[in-house]
């Protein structure tokens, strides 16, 4: 479960935050959709202790992140390119991952085998650095190293960017089941209103660092309300 409370993050005279409340529950699929400069970035490192806030806080599974470095633990995120060694092969990437979250010595082959369908034969056993992948590649590899260390809380900034119309088909199937087989809770931002509302459970509309809306129940009714708002804005 994520709980915040009062949390508050500007740059100069710009709110890039102000949320008083909020509880995502366990299991949850959390579409946060938004425009650019919503805040929906700005949220997700402070979530992840990327960025430290004004005012408030940030529990994950009543852990502070400010606090703990135990949320760590059970949480894994792929936000940008930033995130990549892009000096490593993806091999070595996912080894290191691997050994600084204490799970297997090696998983490559059973990532290989795993993720086959949505790797396309295109990150493994190429010999290719990180950094002369494609974006589309390189976004594989971060989706797959946030997934590989089976957290409980997962958090994907714009997971759908530069994948194509295939990979982001398969990639929408990866995360419903990876959280109904877990019960992990899911949090993905996409500008793309299709693949968001396809497959999640719970959307949160954000605004000018605001939660404007917090839809509950996904339906047509609720497309249609989140297609009327882009339309007005």
């Known amino acids: 479960m994520i709980t915040i409370k009062n949390l508050k993050k500007s740059f100069g005279d710009t709110c890039a935050c102000n949320i008083p409340e909020l509880t995502i529950n366990k299991g949850e699929i959390i579409g946060l959709v938004g425009n650019n400069g919503a805040g929906k970035t700005t949220l997700f490192r402070l979530l992840l202790d990327l960025l430290k806030a004004d005012e408030g806080y940030v529990e994950l599974n009543e852990v502070r992140v400010d606090q703990s470095e135990e ?49 396309g034969g295109e990150i493994f ?29 997962l958090i994907l900034d714009e997971p759908f960017n530069f994948l194509d119309p295939t990979s982001q088909n398969i990639l929408k199937r990866l995360l419903e089941n990876y959280s109904k087989e877990t019960g992990a809770t899911v949090i993905v931002s996409s500008h793309n209103l299709t693949h968001t509302v396809d497959i999640s459970t719970r959307i949160l509309l954000m605004e000018h660092g605001e939660i404007k809306s917090d839809i509950t129940n996904v339906d047509e009714a609720s497309v249609k309300q989140l297609n009327e708002y882009f339309e007005q804005v």
């Open 71 to 119: 949320w760590k633990h059970f949480t894994a995120a792929f936000i940008d390119n930033g995130f990549l060694i892009d000096f490593l092969t993806p091999e070595e990437y996912f080894q290191f991952i691997s050994r600084i979250s204490g799970t297997k010595d090696d998983p490559v082959k059973e990532l290989e085998e795993k993720y086959q369908h949505f790797t």
């Open 125 to 153: 056993g190429r010999n290719l650095l990180i950094r002369n992948l494609s974006a589309g590649n390189k976004q594989k590899v971060g989706i797959i190293s946030a997934l590989m260390t089976q957290p409980e809380i």
